[in-house]
């Protein structure tokens, strides 16, 4: 260093306090390890808050909720056993007509839907079809899909009232009186040819 430098830097140094002695370098490193200790605790922490988290999900997944949970049942689109020569559903016009009843329904509203039926003047005729019923038909008009028929249970296939109507113009009316009696899920309307039953099936 140009030694006037060096003489001038000596004097303004020479005025200031001086300064306590310590270990600077010690200070900085203690203070070095603090932070590393903090931040492997926090690193711990958010690890163990992950896993917790983590493992409350996957016991919520493998084990839920215990609950009687009653099957699933067959729509009764897809429950519409009839036979093949007949339309179903039909949506204006129809010979036929299948009610299918609620899963919940009352011994007393399926024999108030079966008096409605029958004092109907669109009716002509009025038959029950019990679930095991239905599933004996189901069985037959499925019989070359047996992993659809081997997994279904009377208890998924409703109950429904089987009937024919007088003239064929008064299904859209019929319907709609039906569908607000208590206890009816659906009414879906079947049109057969002249001659044909739609309760036979192949």
Aim: aromatic share 4%.
């Amino acid at each position: 260093m140009d030694q006037n430098l060096r003489v001038l830097f000596d004097r303004a140094v020479a005025d200031e306090p001086e300064l306590p002695l310590v270990d600077l370098a010690g200070d900085a490193i203690a203070a070095g390890a603090g932070l590393r200790r903090r931040r492997q605790r926090l690193v711990a922490t958010g690890v163990a808050t992950v896993i917790a988290v983590a493992t409350v999900g996957a016991v919520n997944v493998v084990t839920p909720p215990q609950r009687s949970v009653p099957p699933p049942t067959v729509s009764a689109g897809f429950g519409l056993v009839v036979n093949r020569a007949c339309q179903a559903p039909a949506e204006e016009t129809a010979t036929d007509a299948a009610v299918y009843l609620d899963n919940e329904i009352t011994d007393q509203q399926r024999s108030a839907v079966n008096r409605a039926l029958d004092a109907d003047p669109a009716v002509g005729t009025v038959v029950f079809q019990s679930r095991e019923e239905a599933l004996e038909k189901f069985k037959k008009l499925y019989a070359d899909e047996p992993e659809l028929v081997d997994n279904i249970k009377p208890s998924q296939l409703p109950e429904s009232f089987r009937i024919t109507l007088v003239v064929r113009s008064q299904y859209a009316e019929l319907a709609e009186r039906v569908k607000r009696t208590p206890g009816v899920d659906e009414v879906l309307g079947i049109d057969c040819p002249a001659g044909t039953s739609a309760s036979a099936v192949d």
